[in-house]
C-alpha cells in the first residue's frame, strides 16, 4: 500500500497524559499536512510542513501541540497534557508540488482518533 | 461566518434521482476548489477538482462562479454507493491548507 498511513488508529488516554501520533506521507511527497477533525465538521487545519521546514501553524495549534519532521519523510504530532477537548480525529495528508500545472491534491491518511477521559 | 459553507442536510433521496450541493466560500483570493467525499469514520478523499469552466466525471458534476464565490456539485443517477459525507474544500490566497465546509451528508434509498 503505496497511500499515507497513520499510527496508531486509535488511541484512549486519560486527561493530562501525553500522546504523540505519526504519520508516513506518499513517497516523495514534499508537503505534509496535519488536521483535527471533530464530529460533524470538516478537517481544521493544524499545521503544514514542506520537507523538514514546519511553514505554517494554525491559532488551533496551542503550545501543547509540537509536530516534527525531523528528516522531511515520516512526521510525528505530539499534545502534551491532553484534554478532553482534545478528543478529535486527527489527520494526516501529503501532497506533491511536482505535478506542475496541475491544482495541488492533499490525499489523506486514514487518521488516529484521540479519545480523552 | 465560516469560510466555507455547505448545507449540512441530510439529503435523503432515491435511487436513480438526481442531487445538487451547494457552497460558498468567503475569500475572493482562493485558487483551487475541490469535492471530497468521506465515508462514515472513514479519511476525506478526493472526488473531483473544480475548474473555472466546469467540469464532469461520469455521473458527477462540478461547476464554479468565482464572481458570486460559488461551487455546485450535480449527482446524476445516484446510487447507494453514493451514500456519504461531501464536503466542499478550497485552497486560497497564500495559504497552502484546504478550508473544508462542514459538509452535507448524502443518503441514497433503496
Known amino acids: 500500500d503505496t497511500g499515507v498511513s497513520q499510527d496508531p488508529r486509535h488511541k484512549i488516554t486519560k486527561r493530562g497524559q501525553n500522546v504523540t501520533f505519526r504519520c508516513d506521507p506518499i513517497?516523495?511527497?514534499?508537503?505534509l499536512y496535519w488536521y483535527r477533525q471533530t464530529l460533524g465538521q470538516g478537517p481544521e487545519f493544524l499545521t503544514y510542513?514542506?520537507?523538514?521546514?514546519?511553514?505554517?501553524k494554525s491559532r488551533l495549534l496551542s503550545d501543547r501541540f509540537s509536530a516534527e519532521r525531523p528528516k522531511g519523510s515520516f512526521s510525528t504530532l505530539e499534545i502534551q497534557r491532553t484534554e478532553q477537548g482534545d478528543s478529535a480525529m486527527y489527520l494526516c495528508?501529503?501532497?506533491?508540488?511536482?505535478?506542475?500545472?496541475?491544482?495541488?491534491?492533499?490525499?489523506f491518511g486514514p487518521g488516529t482518533r484521540l479519545l480523552v477521559l | 461566518r465560516k469560510e466555507v459553507e455547505q448545507d449540512p442536510g441530510p439529503f435523503n433521496v432515491p435511487e436513480g434521482a438526481t442531487v445538487a450541493f451547494n457552497c460558498t466560500y468567503s475569500?475572493?483570493?482562493?485558487?483551487?476548489f475541490f469535492w471530497y467525499r468521506q465515508d462514515c469514520r472513514k479519511e476525506p478523499k478526493l472526488l473531483m477538482s473544480?475548474?473555472?469552466s466546469g467540469n464532469e466525471d461520469g455521473r458527477f458534476t462540478a461547476q464554479l462562479n468565482r464572481a458570486s464565490q460559488y461551487i455546485s456539485l450535480l449527482i446524476r443517477d445516484s446510487k447507494l454507493s453514493d451514500s456519504a459525507t461531501y464536503l466542499c474544500?478550497?485552497?486560497?490566497?497564500?495559504?497552502?491548507?484546504?478550508?473544508f465546509g462542514s459538509g452535507t451528508q448524502l443518503t441514497v434509498l433503496p
Open positions: 495528508a501529503s501532497s506533491s508540488i511536482r505535478d506542475r500545472g496541475r491544482q495541488e491534491t492533499q490525499y
Open positions: 513517497s516523495e511527497h514534499n508537503r
Open positions: 510542513f514542506q520537507n523538514e521546514a514546519q511553514l505554517e
Open positions: 475569500n475572493s483570493a482562493s485558487q483551487s
Open positions: 473544480v475548474y473555472s
Open positions: 474544500v478550497v485552497n486560497g490566497g497564500s495559504a497552502r491548507q484546504l478550508t
